[in-house]
Every structure is written in C-alpha cells, then in structure tokens.
C-alpha cells in the first residue's frame, strides 16, 4: 500500500446550514452567499481572512467560483471548483486540507448550494452527461429514478435483498430526521408506510428516493492552531480518500470505490472500522447506503442485507448511520447533498447536535458518492473525522 503524506495538523469547523425550502425563485448565487455570510458570521472572522474558496454546485452555471469572488466579494489566493455532485464534500476538504497544509492558505471555505424550480431538475438532466444522456434517452429512460431501480434490482437478484431491508434504511433515518431542525420531512415513516408507497421506477418506490430542494452548506477548513486561536469548536481530519471510475469492468455497479482504498484510509486515521462510532453515508437511495456498508468494510460484500437486520441504525442505536435524517429525509439540495454529511459529522463531534447526539463520539466516517452515468456513479470519496484532543 503507497504510503501518503497525513492529515495530521487539519481542522474543520463551523458548519453551516442554510435552510432547506421545496423550491426558490432565488439562484444558487443567493444560497451560496447565504452560507458565506452565514461562515462569517458564525466564525466571527472577517471576510477578509478566507484566502481560500472552494464551490460545488449543479445550478451556479456558466459561472464557476471565479465568478462566485467578485459577486461576493472575496479575494482568495488559493481557489478551486469542484463540479462532481455528491463527491464533491470530501473532494473539497481533502483538497482544501492540503492546501493549508502547505500554506497556500489560512482559511479556506467549502461552499456548496443549489436552487430548486419547477423545471430546474429537468434542466440539470438534459446537460448533466451527454455520455449518460445518449446511452439512456433512446429507451425512453431518463433521470436518477431508473437508473438507480436498475442497480437495485441487479443487488437484489444477486444478493438476496428484499424491499423491506431497504426500508429498515429509509425508516431509521426519517426517525433521525424527526431531531433535525433543518430537515424537509416531519412525520415519522413506519415500515408499512414504506412498504405500501407507490412505485417509480420498480423496485424504487416512494421513499427510496431523495427529494430534490434548494438550499446550501458549507464548512471551513484550516490548521488546528488556528481554530484554537480564534476558539472554533472543531473536528481533526484523522484521514481520507477518493477514487474515479472503479471496477469499471462490472457489468452493473455492485462495488464503489471505497473498496479500492479503504485500508488506506483506516490506516492513515490508526483505526478499524469497529472504531468508527456513527457513519455519514451518501443516500441517494438505499442500495448505494448498504454497498457502502459492505465496502467500507462493515460487512462483507453481500451480506448488506443482513448488517441491516441485525443492526439498529437511529442516532441512539447501536450503527447511528445519517443522524441527520440524510438526503433521503433531511433533502437533497442538489450538490450541497454531498455536503450534508460533512457538516453534520462536524456538528456530532464538537458537541452541537441537539437530541440526535451520538453518545460520547469520538470518530466519525463521512463518505461522498457522485457523478451517475446509465449503470453506476464515477466518482467516490470518504474522510474520518475526529473530536479535537
């Protein structure tokens, strides 16, 4: 195993949310200058002191966060765009962490947001790939719905899976989200409910699938000292890895990217994954959490269904996974859902999440997936995250 340079040195702090709504008449401009001045405000620095940017969103377009400085203005002499969806979290602290490491800058602000109209959905489908776009358009197909229901059947015929494993995910995060302040649903879900929705996309139904929204979330990252320095409650980055188009070679995505380098990242952070106290798993649909499972090596390939059934996932179980409801209950607001996990990871280790406080967490896992084409996601990612000493 190549040997990396550690993350040992890294904080993250100030997580930000700015607030989820069903649909906006304002751009992701707005939500992302709410989330920077929400950074400010809350970190009680001056703009000024953030010389370092990175932005992720799928509705900012054509401009990039270049455009982002002079419309908020910002002067940053370290900068980064990050296009890749729901990788683009952990992409973002790993490269904004490495940036501080070797000066390039101070503070730097992770920042992602998107709107949410009548017909922004459509939109962002029709320019997301055209790769992707051309292969499915022809057989009438289009959109995440189908080719998410094509990934889970293929798991399901080839592990043994039933609708009602997937509904034991989709259950204990609406619980989780029920304690969130921020999340778009407020009724509890019960397995019937789950379980009579009607379908999509079959088997996708209802609740397997995210809600789009507009909204916006944001971190920053910076060297410990200097969070201690300015008082900044704050998480150490313990380690983190990322990975593009792996196990090309498989006929239907069954296997991430986390598998390639996952005995990396529990190396660089000391640690195995009993460890770990909760997971932020990306949740586009329940399929993808439970391979995430079995990738990041919870379980073996395979035996997601049964980690499921004999696990309890709620914040006060004993495998809190998506403490904040995740997208499937909390939203998903375009790229900021692959920011969802990181913020809330933060908000459980410096002691800011309310009721649905993990006991006594130490270390926390957040993973970020992205970028779908016709049959499986081309971009993963994941960081472990720990208390500060």
């Given at each position: 195993?190549?040997?990396?340079?550690?993350?040992?040195?890294?904080?993250?702090?100030?997580?930000?949310?700015?607030?989820?709504?069903?649909?906006?008449?304002?751009?992701?401009?707005?939500?992302?200058?709410?989330?920077?001045?929400?950074?400010?405000?809350?970190?009680?620095?001056?703009?000024?002191?953030?010389?370092?940017l990175t932005i992720s969103s799928f509705s900012l377009g054509p401009d990039t966060?270049?455009?982002?400085?002079?419309?908020?203005?910002?002067?940053?002499?370290?900068?980064?765009?990050?296009?890749?969806?729901?990788?683009?979290?952990?992409?973002?602290?790993?490269?904004?962490?490495?940036?501080?490491?070797?000066?390039?800058?101070?503070?730097?602000?992770?920042?992602?947001?998107?709107?949410?109209?009548?017909d922004s959905f459509r939109l962002m489908l029709g320019g997301f790939s055209y790769f992707a776009r051309d292969a499915s358009y022809p057989y009438g197909s289009g959109g995440p719905n189908s080719i998410f229901a094509f990934i889970t059947a293929n798991y399901m015929r080839t592990f043994g899976a039933t609708r009602e494993d997937f509904g034991r995910i989709a259950v204990a995060q609406r619980a989780n989200a029920l304690k969130n302040p921020?999340?778009?649903?407020?009724?509890?879900?019960?397995?019937?409910?789950?379980?009579?929705a009607r379908p999509i996309s079959d088997p996708v139904h209802l609740f397997d699938c995210v809600m789009p929204c507009a909204g916006g979330e944001a971190f920053l990252v910076m060297r410990g000292e200097k969070a201690r320095e300015l008082g900044l409650p704050h998480a150490v980055v313990r380690g983190a890895i990322e990975r593009h188009n792996a196990y090309s070679d498989d006929p239907i995505m069954v296997r991430g990217g986390w598998a390639v380098d996952r005995d990396d990242l529990y190396a660089q952070a000391g640690v195995q994954p009993a460890d770990i106290d909760f997971v932020q798993t990306y949740d586009d649909y329940p399929v993808i959490v439970m391979l995430q499972?079995?990738?990041?090596?919870?379980?073996?390939?395979?035996?997601?269904?049964?980690?499921?059934?004999?696990?309890?996932l709620t914040c006060d179980g004993d495998f809190p996974n998506n403490t904040s409801g995740g997208q499937l209950s909390a939203g998903q607001a375009g790229a900021a859902g692959g920011f969802l996990g990181m913020t809330e990871a933060i908000r459980q280790l410096t002691n800011a999440a309310g009721d649905r406080s993990v006991r006594d967490a130490k270390l926390?896992?957040?993973?970020?997936?992205?970028?779908?084409?016709?049959?499986?996601?081309?971009?993963?990612?994941?960081?472990?995250?720990?208390?500060?000493?």
């Amino acid at each position: 195993m190549k040997r990396r340079m550690s993350y040992e040195g890294v904080a993250v702090a100030v997580p930000v949310t700015v607030p989820y709504v069903r649909y906006s008449t304002h751009g992701a401009h707005w939500f992302i200058g709410q989330a920077l001045e929400a950074l400010v405000r809350e970190s009680g620095i001056d703009k000024a002191q953030i010389d370092g940017l990175t932005i992720s969103s799928f509705s900012l377009g054509p401009d990039t966060a270049v455009g982002v400085t002079q419309h908020m203005g910002l002067s940053p002499r370290w900068l980064d765009h990050i296009p890749n969806g729901g990788a683009s979290g952990v992409m973002a602290l790993r490269r904004a962490a490495r940036a501080v490491q070797a000066g390039d800058a101070d503070i730097v602000a992770c920042v992602s947001g998107d709107t949410n109209h009548v017909d922004s959905f459509r939109l962002m489908l029709g320019g997301f790939s055209y790769f992707a776009r051309d292969a499915s358009y022809p057989y009438g197909s289009g959109g995440p719905n189908s080719i998410f229901a094509f990934i889970t059947a293929n798991y399901m015929r080839t592990f043994g899976a039933t609708r009602e494993d997937f509904g034991r995910i989709a259950v204990a995060q609406r619980a989780n989200a029920l304690k969130n302040p921020n999340a778009m649903f407020k009724k509890p879900l019960t397995m019937d409910e789950y379980m009579s929705a009607r379908p999509i996309s079959d088997p996708v139904h209802l609740f397997d699938c995210v809600m789009p929204c507009a909204g916006g979330e944001a971190f920053l990252v910076m060297r410990g000292e200097k969070a201690r320095e300015l008082g900044l409650p704050h998480a150490v980055v313990r380690g983190a890895i990322e990975r593009h188009n792996a196990y090309s070679d498989d006929p239907i995505m069954v296997r991430g990217g986390w598998a390639v380098d996952r005995d990396d990242l529990y190396a660089q952070a000391g640690v195995q994954p009993a460890d770990i106290d909760f997971v932020q798993t990306y949740d586009d649909y329940p399929v993808i959490v439970m391979l995430q499972f079995e990738d990041l090596g919870f379980c073996g390939k395979g035996e997601g269904p049964a980690f499921v059934r004999s696990r309890s996932l709620t914040c006060d179980g004993d495998f809190p996974n998506n403490t904040s409801g995740g997208q499937l209950s909390a939203g998903q607001a375009g790229a900021a859902g692959g920011f969802l996990g990181m913020t809330e990871a933060i908000r459980q280790l410096t002691n800011a999440a309310g009721d649905r406080s993990v006991r006594d967490a130490k270390l926390g896992l957040v993973t970020g997936f992205g970028m779908v084409t016709y049959d499986r996601c081309l971009c993963t990612g994941a960081v472990i995250l720990g208390a500060s000493a």
